[in-house]
T-cell receptor, first 113, second 113 residues
Framework: KAGVTQTPRYLIKTRGQQVTLSCSPI?????VSWYQQTPGQGLQFLFE???????NKGNFPGRFSGRQFSNSRSEMNVSTLELGDSALYLC????????????FGSGTRLTVV | QKEVEQNSGPLSVPEGAIASLNCTYS??????FFWYRQYSGKSPELIMS????GDKEDGRFTAQLNKASQYVSLLIRDSQPSDSATYLC?????????????FGQGTRLTINP
């Protein structure tokens, strides 16, 4: 079974630009979550999608948005990039239900200059 | 008070000894708990999940849960140098099926040969 696939692996963007990150979950997994990981803040929850619906959202500004498609693939978008958005963005997928742990992808390393 | 708290370490343990990692959480309604291992430069990897009070064993790993004390722990027996990593405690604080894993800051574990 293929794992969680995130693209691209690395990105360098300029302040003020926008970026879209992509995530393909494990086949059969319908819940997809996104996390931001930084050395100072650790892993912080961005949002969770299930059946194309956002079920949960973390405490991030509206510049951070996402969506999920009918095949469970998900995208995350960050608009008007700031230097502080530089981080590792991790996507994780899970079977439905709160008792299943997440499997993480390898992440997208975003650098904002 | 942070939702999930761990000792940041570093925790240093000799090879062959038992490593003990601890975590406390604030949401009394949480029902599922997870331990992830993260090697430097890699994404988190799920190693244990626990939902009921008591112990759960899987190979050299034992997870312990005490909901009354809001406490989760991970024991690693016969520690190996390959166990050197950051260990992340995660608590699912979602409700009504929605998932939201809240992570602790992680404990950096070093196994000394």
């Amino acid at each position: 079974k293929a794992g969680v696939t995130q693209t691209p692996r690395y990105l360098i963007k300029t302040r003020g630009q926008q970026v879209t990150l992509s995530c393909s979950p494990i086949s059969g997994h319908r819940s997809v979550s996104w996390y931001q990981q930084t050395p100072g803040q650790g892993l912080q929850f961005l949002f969770e999608y299930f059946s194309e619906t956002q079920r949960n959202k973390g405490n991030f500004p509206g510049r951070f948005s996402g969506r999920q498609f009918s095949n469970s693939r998900s995208e995350m978008n960050v608009s008007t990039l700031e230097l502080g958005d530089s981080a590792l963005y991790l996507c994780a997928s899970s079977e439905a239900g709160s008792n299943y742990g997440y499997t993480f992808g390898s992440g997208t390393r975003l650098t904002v200059v | 008070q942070k939702e999930v708290e761990q000792n940041s370490g570093p925790l240093s343990v000799p090879e062959g000894a038992i490593a003990s990692l601890n975590c406390t959480y604030s949401d009394r309604g949480s029902q599922s708990f997870f331990w992830y291992r993260q090697y430097s430069g890699k994404s988190p990897e799920l190693i244990m999940s626990i939902y009921s009070n008591g112990d759960k064993e899987d190979g050299r790993f034992t997870a312990q849960l005490n909901k009354a004390s809001q406490y989760v722990s991970l024991l690693i027996r016969d520690s190996q140098p390959s166990d050197s990593a950051t260990y992340l405690c995660a608590v699912n604080t979602g409700f009504q099926g929605a998932q939201k894993l809240v992570f602790g800051q992680g404990t950096r574990l070093t196994i000394n040969p």
